[in-house]
């Protein structure tokens, strides 16, 4: 912080208030980020994907060894070859469907990682038809492609009207915070604990809206581009 005490003033003294204090905020959130990364926890997220890879290759060896060394018969030897392969596809898909039914389907998208991510976003509403080997819509969510963009819509607007207030008031705080020219360890703190509150508030709206985007999501997936 000690370099953006020395930057705000001369910001503001040649741009402006106002347009000093954006840019000034651009720079706090710029640094706030590098901070974040610098800090590991990117790198903590890397390990638990490498941690849950490495457990389904654990699985994947302890299966492969019963298959080969475990005189089972050709039906249970079968089942297990299955639970295999259903892992293999979890590995390189990163999903959590054990299904592999659905895995298979979902490993036939073009960009079947898009498609893995649809998928976990609106499970809910689809469900895997045995018969024709597929993914449809559950009774009663069926939409159709202007439903699925009113939907989106809808839920964009309700973010920005949830969102918005919320980036003005810690907005607020901070350019209260720096015209007043405030150094102090309990202003820093305080704004920290705004800034905190609304990372969080963001986060919630966005966890509850995508509630509302389950069968928008469940329309793109069901007409995504899938491999002949």
Known sequence: MSSLEVLVPLIKDHIGGTLGSIIVVTVILSTVYKSIFDSGLFQHLLIV?????????????????????????????????????????QRQLLAKEKRLEILDILSTYDDEMK????????????????IKNELRFKRGYQIT???????????LIAYLILALPAAAWVMYEY????????TSLESKVNFLFIFGIYVIWIFSVAYVLRCFLRRSNAYKLLNMKRIK
Do not use: C
């Open 49 to 89: 994907v490498r941690f849950r890879r490495w457990k389904i290759d654990k699985e994947i060896k302890e299966l492969t060894e019963l298959i080969e060394h475990g005189g089972l018969n050709e039906s249970v030897k079968l089942k297990y070859i299955e639970m295999r392969r259903a892992l293999y596809l």
């Open 115 to 130: 498609a893995v991510s649809l998928y976990h976003a609106s499970k809910k509403v689809i469900s895997y038809n045995p």
């Open 145 to 155: 492609a202007s439903q699925a963009r009113k939907h989106k819509t809808r839920a």
């Open 175 to 182: 350019y209260h915070l720096i015209y007043k020219q405030s």
